[in-house]
């Protein structure tokens, strides 16, 4: 096998081995941004299909098999990688917490494979019919959003639509970003939560009350609008993680 392809595929299995050691190998991705978006594309098509077929039916519901449905989850694992790197590496830096972008990018990049063991958590919610949501009011919804809950992944218990698989995923996210800024960037603990705090509600109302309120197919008759959202908001990240990973190549 390339060596390449197995610094790659190694970069994955140490994301999980992070949870109890300290192999940082997902700090360095070996693919160009080009690559980098067919791949996450990719990942993000696998879950729609895996979502239609083991997700349970709730999952068929959300993921159907259409092209406005697929353009969101192509297009979706990109946005979240770039918009969300941009706005880390924009608020670390801002409170004084200095770290490269290609490491935030990087670790964003391999956190996307998740997307790939979401539908079997949420089929097994759906076998044994799993709570996962705390259904309210919509009235209360927006309480919930204004308030500090938001900043956590506790808020994705009060949102729709939301599954058991995505709200596993976000806090495996929270759990190895905070380890990462801790112990492998020394930065300290209230600063990095601040900085994962936000981003984390940034990324959150850009997504779901973003969609639960302007863009769902209910309001717009497809999900085209929703995705053309999603690349409005990446396209400009892209081009943002460029020029900062080529002035940080240059020094």
């Keep these: 096998m390339n060596k390449k392809i197995k610094k790659f595929l190694l970069g994955y299995f140490d994301l999980f081995r992070y949870t109890y050691s300290g192999s940082v190998?997902?700090?360095?991705?070996?693919?160009?941004?080009?690559?980098?978006?067919?791949?996450?594309?990719?990942?993000?098509?696998?879950?729609?299909?895996?979502?239609?077929?083991?997700?349970?039916?709730?999952?068929?519901?959300?993921?159907?098999?259409?092209?406005?449905?697929?353009?969101?989850?192509?297009?979706g694992p990109v946005f979240l990688t770039f918009f969300s790197s941009v706005l880390l590496h924009f608020f670390s830096n801002g409170s004084g917490l200095k770290v490269e972008m290609k490491k935030i990018l990087s670790?964003?990049?391999?956190?996307?494979?998740?997307?790939?063991?979401?539908?079997?958590?949420?089929?097994?919610?759906?076998?044994?019919?799993?709570?996962?949501?705390?259904?309210?009011?919509?009235?209360?919804?927006?309480?919930?959003?204004?308030?500090?809950v938001?900043?956590?992944?506790?808020?994705?218990?009060?949102?729709?639509?939301t599954s058991l698989g995505i709200e596993i995923s976000w806090i495996f996210v929270t759990f190895v970003l905070l380890k990462l800024y801790i112990?492998?960037?020394k930065f300290p603990?209230?600063?990095?939560?601040?900085?994962?705090?936000?981003?984390?509600?940034?990324?959150?109302?850009?997504?779901?009350p973003?969609?639960?309120f302007f863009l769902n197919e209910s309001v717009h008759g497809s999900n085209y609008v929703f995705g053309l959202f999603f690349i409005f908001l990446t396209i400009p990240s892209v081009l943002y993680c460029k020029k900062v990973m080529k002035k940080e190549n240059s020094k």
Excluded at 59 to 73: H, I, Q, S
Excluded at 150 to 161: E, H, V, Y
Excluded at 199 to 206: C, G, I
Aim: avoid cysteine; glycine fraction near 4%.
């Design 150 to 161: 938001a900043l956590t992944p506790l808020i994705l218990f009060f949102t729709w639509p």
């Design 210 to 212: 973003t969609y639960f």
């Design 25 to 75: 190998n997902f700090l360095k991705i070996q693919a160009s941004i080009v690559k980098m978006i067919i791949i996450l594309g990719l990942i993000g098509v696998s879950r729609n299909l895996l979502e239609f077929l083991f997700g349970g039916s709730w999952a068929r519901y959300w993921f159907a098999l259409t092209p406005d449905v697929f353009l969101v989850m192509f297009i």
């Design 183 to 185: 112990k492998q960037f």
């Design 107 to 148: 670790v964003v990049f391999f956190l996307q494979i998740l997307h790939i063991f979401i539908p079997f958590f949420d089929g097994l919610a759906d076998f044994f019919s799993i709570p996962f949501r705390i259904y309210h009011s919509t009235d209360l919804y927006i309480k919930m959003i204004l308030s500090p």
């Design 189 to 208: 603990l209230l600063k990095s939560l601040a900085v994962l705090s936000v981003t984390f509600y940034v990324t959150y109302m850009s997504i779901y």
